[in-house]
């Protein structure tokens, strides 16, 4: 998703927005930065002279894993059962 980020010299985001926006004009830092879904921009690297937006990932929420395993065990007894039956 393409993002407008406002930034100061160090490199603190001030602003963040999507959509149909107006570029600043002057006297104002500022990047487009494509953020991928799941994602976000946590800072903006200055320390080359250029800014580098630094992209991070949201932490996946704890029941999305929980869920995972659960279908991970699903799939494992689902095989042992399968395999019982061909056994007799």
Same mark, same amino acid.
């Given at each position: 998703?393409?993002?407008?980020?406002?930034?100061?010299?160090?490199?603190?985001?001030?602003?963040?927005?999507?959509?149909?926006?107006?570029?600043?004009?002057?006297? *104002?830092?500022?990047?487009?930065?494509?953020?991928?879904?799941? !994602?976000?921009? $946590?800072? +903006? =690297?200055?320390?080359?002279?250029?800014?580098?937006? *630094?992209?991070?990932?949201?932490?996946?929420?704890?029941?999305? !894993?929980?869920? $995972?395993? +659960? =279908?991970?065990?699903?799939?494992?007894?689902?095989?042992?059962?399968?395999?019982?039956?061909?056994?007799?």
């Amino acid at each position: 998703m393409k993002t407008l980020i406002i930034f100061d010299n160090n490199g603190t985001i001030y602003y963040q927005a999507t959509g149909d926006i107006l570029e600043p004009a002057g006297g *104002v830092n500022f990047i487009w930065v494509d953020v991928p879904t799941n !994602s976000y921009v $946590e800072s +903006i =690297d200055m320390s080359s002279g250029k800014p580098v937006a *630094v992209i991070k990932e949201f932490e996946r929420p704890r029941e999305d !894993s929980l869920q $995972e395993q +659960i =279908d991970d065990i699903n799939d494992v007894l689902l095989e042992l059962i399968l395999s019982k039956d061909t056994e007799v």
